[in-house]
């Protein structure tokens, strides 16, 4: 009925506007996320999202009008209960037959574990030479018996999956099939939608390793450990982070594990990020010689669209590259 009421309102412009076939109503958590959808939807109708502006999904409140917009979704992609923890309990209220796809369940996707630990103690890899794009050079979490512990109590993935194009391939191929299903009738303009983006996304990664091919392997220190899936990719260092997830608030002893390191290391560069106080990045650096620049890892700062997922790609590798070359 809801729906019916929802179509009754449409003003008789919109309704001409509409697409000859009424598309279903697609919700979509975060930016990055909903950039993908977006791409898939080209010339279809256009997915509402959830979080906009600069909101982290790790500090996010849902609002009244968040609330509304689910309640009327016919699909509602999201990463999963381990990002977007303000979505979990709204979800579960969703009407029966709103379809929800938890994007962080699509098989064939790259899922490493969360690090814990301010510095990766357990995976300093010193002077010794490796190879970063090698599949043995796993992250594994089991390697960190000391440091933090993440407040994350099942399976301890890290949720910034999207942060690789293999993944972000594995996510649209996953978010065009739902889509065909819920609307057949529109599934060749998802699947041509998906073929496009697909061969962008594989032109993106090129043009990635290209961008960062000068800095490879120079150590970084990030604000949240959001970049592993960059890191594999693009064979990017990150030497540590400030906070596991922008939750907690690293203690005095991370804080001072990470300055140490960064002088060891006499590394390079430590980045903030846009929606988090900047204060914490300075006291890390003091008295070091490290340069400060700006990651953007949930596109706080970007708007949102199909050409969001790039910009963000893109602006990430720029950043470590600028403040690397620096040097
Ligand atoms: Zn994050």
Known sequence: MKK????LALSAATMLSAPALA??????SIKPIHSLVASIMKGIAEPGLVLKGAGSPHTYQLKPADAELLQNADIVFWVGPELERFLEKPIES???????????????????????GGAFEAHDHGEEDHDHAGEAHDHSADDHAEGDHATHS??????????????AKVLASAIAAALSEADPANAPRYKA??????????????????????????PIVVFHDAYQYFEKEFGIRVAGSITVSPETLPGAARISEIH???????????????????????????GTAARTGTLDPEAATLNEGPDLYFALM?????????????R
């Open 193 to 218: 939608n998906l073929d496009a983006l697909d061969g962008n996304l594989d032109a993106l990664s090129a043009e990635i390793k290209t961008t960062v091919a000068p800095v490879r392997d120079k």
């Open 260 to 286: 140490d390191k960064l002088g060891r290391l006499a590394a390079a560069c430590v980045f903030a990020e846009p929606q988090f106080e900047p204060r914490l990045v300075n006291v890390v650096i003091e």
């Open 314 to 326: 893109r602006g990430i590798a720029g950043s470590i590259r600028d403040c690397l070359s620096a």
């Open 94 to 116: 969703l009407p029966k037959n709103a379809r929800v796809v938890e994007l962080e369940d699509t098989p064939g996707l790259l899922k490493l574990p969360l690090r814990e």
């Open 154 to 167: 099942h399976e301890e993935h890290d949720a910034h999956i999207w942060l690789n194009t293999s993944n």
């Open 4 to 7: 019916l009421f929802a179509a």
């Open 23 to 28: 598309s279903p109503n697609v919700v979509v």
